[in-house]
């Protein structure tokens, strides 16, 4: 997270959480599931309005968590009732 400064640094609690989120998410760990997902962008989007870590590099994870929101999404719907309805009159055609 912050890297040996040597030096005490007091940050407040939402920095803490975002700059957590923001060290798992570059070392490959992506959200267990949809709601720890949702947490995550939350956390990112709070510190963004909150302007408490550099906006480029919340920005781009933002993204990415938006993007894996979507990816997890689509797959509830692909195995939906419905989504399951559609797929097999695909396949019927």
């Not at 570059?26 to 510190?47: A, T």
């Not at 906006?55 to 894996?68: D, H, T, V």
């Not at 509830?76 to 419905?82: I, V």
């Amino acid at each position: 997270m912050l890297q040996d400064t040597n030096r005490q640094i007091e940050i407040s609690e939402l920095e803490k959480k975002g700059r957590l989120v923001l060290f798992n998410l570059e070392n490959g760990h992506e959200p267990k599931n949809q709601k720890e997902g949702e947490q995550w962008l939350s956390i990112l989007e709070e510190n963004k309005k909150a302007k408490t870590i550099p906006q480029k590099r919340l920005e781009a994870f933002i993204e990415r968590l938006k993007a894996f929101l979507d990816k997890i999404l689509g797959k509830s719907r692909e195995f939906s009732l419905e989504g399951l309805k559609r797929k097999s009159e695909q396949l019927k055609q």
